[in-house]
């Protein structure tokens, strides 16, 4: 192919010309000869097309989308003693590790083994073994719990171990423990009843710390000492000690009434009334109070003398007091 054309316009339209100046090399050879008059020489180009290497793009020219590479497999060529023979086995397709895999199947391996322990009957609980147990029997604590067939799981054994105590306040002490698969230990204290408290037709039973708790049923063995009071000691009511153990007396109180007990006559009743303290009534027809229990063997001795000098005046009280050793009194029946 041959142009005549000046040296500026090829200039000129090689450079306006970006299209054509990537996608063809052009080489200019000189060709002889002038053309007469004009003075023009003559060029001839030739077109060398080269492939196009493009970073990024460029606006107008479509762009071919990369291909994938296929994960490649591997064949595997076992040689045999017979020169030129080998076996061909089967190509053994590559296979790719992934991280999501691997989670959602541990995900959903822990859901189904959460699901198994939840609902499989190994791990319900079959039995609860109880041991302490003196005046409560194992099918009263069974019936207020309410843990056999229940998941295993679902124990908590401080959280048990406090309802046992509101529920049962008999118990001072109470130690539960959980054993895999489905077994459940508690041990309990029972208190020990030392006296029996009466008052307004209620029944309650007081160990030897001054702790009150109720009294279940028909119990049994029961203490011998009874006290019959017309109110409570400090301002408390029976409702304070219906459902839970609470400190109704003193510990050194309930020692003082023992003892005082050990001294009285045969057949005499102790009684408690909140203006006048503990005392008793007397067989022979008068109620007697020692207020606070303190200075016992001296307010016996006083209280002896006292009968025996109302004995030889014929006196019948109704009511001998030695609360306070120093100033004891008695009253006739009006």
């Known amino acids: 192919m041959k142009i005549n054309l000046s040296n500026q316009k090829i200039s000129n339209r090689v450079k306006q010309s970006p299209a054509t100046s ?3 090399s052009f080489r200019i050879r000189h060709l002889e000869g002038y053309k007469a008059g004009n003075k023009k020489r003559t060029y001839q180009i030739e077109d060398r097309r080269v492939p196009v290497m493009v970073r990024g793009g460029l ?9 994938r590479a296929t994960k490649s497999q591997h064949r595997m060529d076992i040689p045999l003693n017979i020169p030129g023979a080998e076996i ?4 053994i397709p590559a296979i790719g590790f992934s991280w999501r895999f691997v989670s959602g199947a541990l995900s959903l391996a822990l859901i189904l083994a959460l699901y198994l322990l939840w609902t499989s009957p190994v791990f319900r609980i079959s039995e609860v073994m109880v041991s302490g147990l003196n005046r409560i029997t194992l099918k009263e604590l069974n019936l207020e719990l309410n843990l056999v067939d229940h998941p295993i799981f679902t124990v908590d054994p401080q959280t048990v171990s406090d309802k046992i105590g509101k529920l049962f306040p008999e118990f001072s002490q109470v130690n539960l423990k959980v054993r895999l698969p489905n077994k459940v230990f508690i041990n309990v204290e029972e208190r020990i009843p030392m006296l029996v408290w009466k008052q307004d037709g209620r029944t309650l039973l007081i160990d030897a710390n001054g702790y009150a ?10 203490p011998k000492l009874t006290i019959e009071a017309h109110s409570a ?9 219906d459902n839970q153990a609470a400190r109704f007396l003193p510990a050194d109180m309930v020692s003082g009434i023992l003892s005082l007990n050990a001294l009285l006559p045969d057949g005499a009743v102790l009684v408690y009334d909140q203006e006048h303290g503990l005392g008793w009534k007397d067989k022979r027809g008068w109620n007697v ?28 009280p109704n009511l001998i007091s030695v609360e306070y050793v120093h100033a004891p009194y008695y009253r006739t029946e009006r």
């Open 59 to 67: 606006p107008g020219i479509p762009m071919a989308t990369p291909k």
């Open 289 to 316: 109070y020692f207020g606070e229990i303190s200075n016992i063997s001296l307010k016996m001795k006083i209280y002896n003398m006292l009968v025996s000098k109302l004995k030889k005046e014929e006196i019948k």
């Open 22 to 24: 990537a996608k063809a």
């Open 233 to 241: 000691p400090f301002g408390l009511t029976m409702e304070n000690v």
């Open 88 to 91: 061909h086995l089967p190509a």
């Open 213 to 222: 708790f109720p009294m279940r049923g028909q119990s049994t063995n029961l």
